[in-house]
T-cell receptor, first 118, second 116 residues
């Protein structure tokens, strides 16, 4: 079974600064997808960024980028020019790309609560 | 709003009562998922539908839980004889047919269940 670990329960960042959230995972599979989801307080979870394991290039979405280290099984999220609206719980998630049982479900970490200081 | 919707948003029930939640996925999304999220934890997978077929069930889904998706449209999740340990946020998500990778899941706002 796959596991996802987020070792930082809480992080804070000054507005306009850069912050990096950590995520490690454990899997025996070679093909999979990794995601970062954002869950603002009392609002629904939204996808921030996605990474395919077969792609060496790190994914980027505007101010959000990832550092994907497949050998180290590490998948960190960097938020540049942090804004007040970035304050939320951030969840790292894993999904298998292989067919078979369990291949469609997301496995989540416990989350990191990000606070943005004005 | 064409996102995933869930009703009710909040439910308070007494232990032993039955409750039912509804999820309306994004139109034409053929895949639908239920997750449970307890305080301080990430969501945990419960079950998955492709169209009307329930293809996977987690061990978390005890026999007090049942989910349906008639005609491959909306889905319901029923919990019978609720226990205090069932108190959680129940999240629904949907994903479209093949999009070239990832099967991104789009989440609803959740139903928060409190069992007293």
């Amino acid at each position: 079974a796959q596991t996802v670990t987020q070792s930082q329960p809480e992080m804070s960042v000054q507005e306009a600064e850069t912050v990096t959230l950590s995520c490690t995972y454990d899997t025996s599979e070679s093909d999979y997808y990794l995601f970062w989801y954002k869950q603002p307080p009392s609002r629904q979870m939204i996808l921030v960024i996605r990474q395919e394991a077969y792609k060496q290039q790190n994914a980027t979405e505007n101010r959000f980028s990832v550092n994907f280290q497949k050998a180290a099984k590490s998948f960190s999220l960097k938020i540049s020019d942090s804004q007040l609206g970035d304050a939320a719980m951030y969840f790292c998630a894993y999904r298998s790309a292989e067919s078979g049982a369990g291949s469609y479900q997301l496995t989540f970490g416990k989350g990191t609560k990000l606070s943005v200081i004005p | 709003d064409t996102g995933v919707s869930q009703n009710p948003r909040h439910k308070i029930t007494k232990r032993g009562q039955n409750v039912t939640f509804r999820c309306d996925p994004i139109s034409e999304h053929n895949r639908l998922y239920w997750y449970r999220q307890t305080l301080g934890q990430g969501p945990e997978f419960l079950t998955y539908f492709q169209n009307e077929a329930q293809l996977e069930k987690s061990r978390l889904l005890s026999d007090r839980f049942s989910a349906e998706r008639p005609k491959g449209s909306f889905s319901t999740l029923e919990i019978q004889r609720t226990e205090q340990g069932d108190s959680a946020m129940y999240l629904c998500a949907s994903s479209p047919r093949w999009t070239g990778g990832g099967f991104e899941q789009y989440f609803g706002p959740g139903t928060r269940l409190t069992v007293t």
